[in-house]
């Protein structure tokens, strides 16, 4: 008992310390709720009268035998059938401009069936908010879109990605915005809608229950992603048994045979 109340103490704590720009407590945040998904979008996009219709949160996305699958943070729909893809990241890694070309291309994949011409697949924009300035130019949003490089038009294919500087801090909006993305407390927060969410998830017992169910998922992702390091770290050193690593790292041996295979070790 006391081991479960020092644990449970734990994850209070770490629920407190989690902010919107954290992705587990952001597809917290945006669950069954299309009208914060609907006044960050306005914000980002500089559409005010942007109108979401449809938003679902831990999206997963595969639609070829063998591609690799996405799973999104915040997927959602407006009034006139644009999609947008919505993730936050921590690292400079994940926000990767490959990332950001696969996450696009799996979104056509997923909204265009057999039969259907070209033309039909609809406008989509791939939203990376980056708690650091990924570009380093102090731009609250940097726009990326394909151009024609010898007419000096745009392609005007419909894709867009869009950069957001997590840093930003200016007296606008979207600097308020960022602001509040970084705020561990619902009061220091600019807007209502997320400052309310945030309220119910870090002080009412059913959000507090809901985000402890959440932290304990973090907990044993932490540790399977731990144990798979361990794993490929054996399975590298090239003097361990396949049991050897099963017994150690707590994997199942068909884990550590994928490993073995999907790594080329």
Do not use: W
Not at 112 to 128: K, R
Not at 133 to 141: A, E, N, Q, S
Not at 161 to 171: A, M, P, S, T
Not at 239 to 250: D, H, P, T
């Amino acid at each position: 008992m006391i081991e479960e109340e020092q644990k449970r103490q734990q994850d209070l704590e770490r629920l407190r310390q989690l902010r919107p720009i954290d992705d587990d407590f952001m597809r917290c945040l945006f669950k069954d709720n299309i009208p914060l998904a609907e006044l960050v979008l306005r914000i980002i996009t500089g559409k005010p009268d942007l109108v979401i219709t449809d938003c679902q949160t831990q999206k997963d996305m595969k639609r070829l035998a063998g591609a690799r699958s996405i799973c999104l943070d915040a997927y959602g729909a407006d009034s006139s059938g644009k999609k947008y893809d919505m993730e936050v990241q921590r690292a400079d890694k994940g926000a990767d401009p490959h990332r950001a070309r696969y996450h696009s291309s799996v979104i056509d994949i997923e909204n265009l069936d057999a039969g259907q011409d070209f033309d039909q697949l609809p406008d989509t924009y791939t939203i990376f908010i980056i708690e650091k300035d990924f570009y380093g130019l102090g731009k609250p949003i940097y726009r990326v879109e394909r151009m024609n490089l010898d007419t000096g038009k745009p392609f005007e294919d419909g894709e867009h990605i869009l950069y957001v500087n997590g840093e930003y801090r200016g007296n606008s909006d979207i600097g308020k915005l960022m602001h509040d993305f970084n705020c561990t407390d619902a009061d220091d927060m600019n807007f209502e809608l997320m400052a309310e969410r945030t309220r119910y998830l870090k002080e009412n017992p059913k959000g507090v229950s809901e985000m402890c169910k959440v932290i304990e998922d973090m907990r044993t992702q932490e540790r399977r992603e731990t144990m798979t390091e361990i794993a490929l770290r054996m399975l590298r050193a090239g003097r361990y048994a396949l049991e050897e690593i099963v017994n150690i790292s707590g994997l199942s041996l068909d884990e550590v045979k994928n490993l073995q295979t999907g790594h080329n070790v």
